[in-house]
């Protein structure tokens, strides 16, 4: 079984640009989940999704930040512009429901200089 | 101010010995409980969890122990071996862990 792929791993870009990221879940996990994790701290919650309904989007910068599920498969979260704080690794996770844990990709690690 | 704390930033441990990691919660409504391990340059993967009906679960040579009327929760490994040695996260949720609320981290290192 295929885990959570998601791409780019790693993203260096200027500030005021904007950049995306990818995940694509574990085939059949109906929520997935963006967390950032900045450097010695631990994930936290971005935005939830089940399936393609935004659930718990309340820790996300709406002003700069956006995500989309199209048909509760894949994810795209955005920045724009991105500013110097957003320096992080963006990790996402899926799961099949409630009373399972999550999977997470790899993240990817974002460089804003 | 923080749900879910991990006081010990790093931990170093010998070889063989116990490793003790501790992880402490201020709600009271979680009921799901787990454990994170995440090397350099990859995602957590999920190591071993307990649900709040129960108060140890152990698999191999993990050990989860839940103390829920001091909102505490730790992590044994023995023996702890190098390839131990990542960041660990304590994660806790409610409704049975559809979302999960993470700890700081801390970072084991296992000596040989």
């Known amino acids: 079984e295929a885990g959570v792929v998601q791409s780019p791993r790693y993203k260096i870009i200027e500030k005021k640009q904007p950049v995306a990221f990818w995940c694509n879940p574990i085939?059949?996990?109906?929520?997935l989940y963006w967390y950032r994790q900045n450097l010695g701290q631990g994930p936290e919650l971005l935005i939830r999704?089940?399936?393609?309904?935004?659930?718990?989007d309340s820790q996300l910068p709406k002003d700069r930040f956006s995500a989309e599920r199209l048909k509760g498969v894949d994810s795209t979260l955005k920045i724009q512009p991105a500013e110097l704080g957003d320096s992080a690794v963006y990790l996402c996770?899926?799961?099949?429901?409630?009373?399972?844990?999550?999977?997470f990709g790899s993240g990817t690690r974002l460089t804003v200089v | 101010d923080q749900q879910v704390k991990q006081n010990s930033p790093s931990l170093s441990v010998q070889e063989g010995r116990i490793s003790i990691l501790n992880c402490d919660y201020t709600?009271?409504?979680?009921?799901?409980f787990l454990w994170y391990k995440k090397y350099p340059a990859e995602g957590p993967t999920f190591l071993i969890s307990?649900?709040?009906?129960?108060d140890k679960n152990e698999d191999g040579r993990f050990t989860v122990f839940l103390n829920k009327s001091a909102k505490h929760l730790s992590l044994h490994i023995v023996p702890s071996q190098p390839g131990d040695s990542a960041v660990y996260f304590c994660?806790?949720?409610?409704?049975?862990?559809?979302?999960?609320?993470f700890g700081g981290g801390t970072r084991l290192m296992v000596k040989p």
């Open positions: 996770a899926s799961s099949p429901g409630q009373g399972h844990g999550y999977t």
């Open positions: 085939s059949g996990h109906n929520t």
């Open positions: 994660a806790v949720g409610g409704n049975a862990g559809n979302m999960l609320t």
């Open positions: 709600n009271s409504m979680f009921d799901y």
């Open positions: 999704y089940e399936n393609e309904e935004a659930v718990d």
């Open positions: 307990i649900s709040s009906i129960k």
